[in-house]
């Protein structure tokens, strides 16, 4: 999530009674593995977006077991 500003070891804020809207950064488990991602949905799709050339986009579907964990709110920068 570089281009978005979290870098490793950096510390997330995160609130899990937000809803998770389009564009939002959240914390997703998609088929047991955590993850952060922005969120796009638009076109009958869901997506997870990396801030990060080095990975691919994730393209959630019907067989995908996914839950949205929660919304970053605020990122802490380790001194």
């Known amino acids: 999530m570089i281009k978005a500003g979290i870098h490793h070891d950096d510390i997330l804020v995160v609130d899990r009674s937000l809803e998770p809207r389009h564009g939002k950064i959240v914390i997703a488990a998609v088929e047991g593995q955590l993850t952060v991602k922005r969120l796009n949905r638009g076109k009958g799709k869901t997506m997870l977006m990396p801030e990060n050339d080095d990975y691919p986009p994730i393209?959630?579907?019907?067989?995908?077991?996914?839950?949205?964990?929660g919304v970053v709110t605020n990122v802490i920068h380790p001194v």
């Open 59 to 69: 393209v959630i579907d019907d067989d995908n077991d996914m839950t949205i964990w």
